[in-house]
């Protein structure tokens, strides 16, 4: 039954012209009337004693001069709305509708990102690698001031070293120590006088036109964070149907060589110097830098990618449930 409340006062026409309309719609649309006396509440009086008769009917609020027609069209759409809700009520009670299911833009941000996770992966890593080498690419077309940002937002995360570290450009690929000992390649204090044992200017130097510019990452980053891009590119091209490899794979191809090179390196040196010295290659942090990165990423993308596919598949289904409940509720509303 639809609840109709009209708020009225003792001698206004007005008011008895709506209640007396309001009887005349009970044959066509049934409804309860409550007559509420403004004068009898203050505050009643002072929300509504102007307006009377003031018709209320379900969301709608009819205020004097009010037509029958526009009391018969609030009365019918509170009807029709009722109606189609008693029709969900049974529809559920039925079977023919289960629990709504709401999909929500989180919903769907989640589904997208755990649909097209590894391509983000993959952008990501690919800027991230891409940037440090258009450091001496900017230095080579004069435009040192952004080339010196991109140096300087890099050093946070990476040495520079530039005995450790890619050049464009130049005359050679890599200036490293003389300790190295790589023949036939000229090492950095041979070509800028520059003392192996300074490490603050080796980070500084980024190059020039003849030796060509250093890249913003070092080379053991470059192959770290390269290794990590070629697997994420095979696992996407593979449909992401690659197996993780066992933890002692990971370990022991993965991270002890690359902790051997490191450390051993670390502790020959000053202040340390608890071993003989000794100067990684370019070709041994590459190696090693490569195999962590590409094992690192074999090892953890496919357990990423068994999260990923069952939160698809909750989403999916979801998803599923939630466009079949809407189909339902419109058919049921027909």
Not at 135 to 160: E, N, R, S, T
Not at 211 to 226: H, N, P, Q, S, W
Request: proline share 5%.
């Amino acid at each position: 039954m639809i609840e109709v409340t009209l708020y009225a006062r003792k001698d206004c026409h007005l008011c008895d012209i709506a209640q007396a309309e309001l009887n005349e719609l009970q044959s066509t649309i049934p409804h309860h009337v409550t007559v509420v006396d403004v004068d009898s509440d203050p505050k009643l009086g002072s929300l509504y004693g102007f307006n009377v008769p003031v018709v209320m009917i379900g969301p709608y609020k009819l205020s004097a001069p009010i037509a029958k027609k526009d009391m018969e069209i609030s009365l019918r759409a509170v009807q029709q709305s009722s109606d189609q809700e008693a029709k969900l009520d049974k529809a559920i009670a039925e079977g023919l509708l289960k629990i709504p299911v709401r999909w929500t833009r989180s919903d769907g941000f989640s589904l997208w990102i755990s649909r097209h996770y590894l391509a983000v992966f993959n952008v990501v890593v690919f800027i991230y690698l891409l940037v440090p080498f258009s450091a001496p690419m900017l230095m080579k077309i004069g435009a040192d001031a952004p080339a010196g940002v991109i140096y300087k937002a890099y050093g946070f995360v990476c040495h520079q070293l530039a005995f450790r570290s890619w050049f464009l450009f130049g005359e050679q690929a890599v200036y490293p120590r003389a300790e190295a000992g790589l023949k036939g390649i000229l090492s950095l204090q041979q070509v800028t006088g520059i003392d192996g044992a300074d490490l603050l200017a080796a980070r500084a130097f980024v190059g020039n036109a003849q030796l060509g510019y250093k890249v913003a990452l070092c080379e053991r980053d470059v192959a770290i964070y390269g290794g990590i891009l070629l697997f994420g590119i095979l696992f996407s091209l593979l449909k992401r149907k690659i197996k993780p490899i066992h933890w002692t794979i990971w370990i022991i191809f993965g991270i002890l060589p690359i902790a051997f090179d490191g450390v051993s390196q670390l502790i020959s040196q000053p202040p340390l110097s608890i071993i003989p010295f000794r100067e990684s290659t370019p070709f041994l942090r590459t190696l090693t830098g490569f195999l962590f990165g590409f094992l690192t990423a074999w090892f953890g993308y496919p357990y990423v990618e068994a999260s990923m596919k069952e939160n698809r598949m909750f989403l999916e289904g979801k998803l599923a449930q939630a466009e079949k409940w809407t189909e339902q509720k419109a058919i049921v509303k027909d």
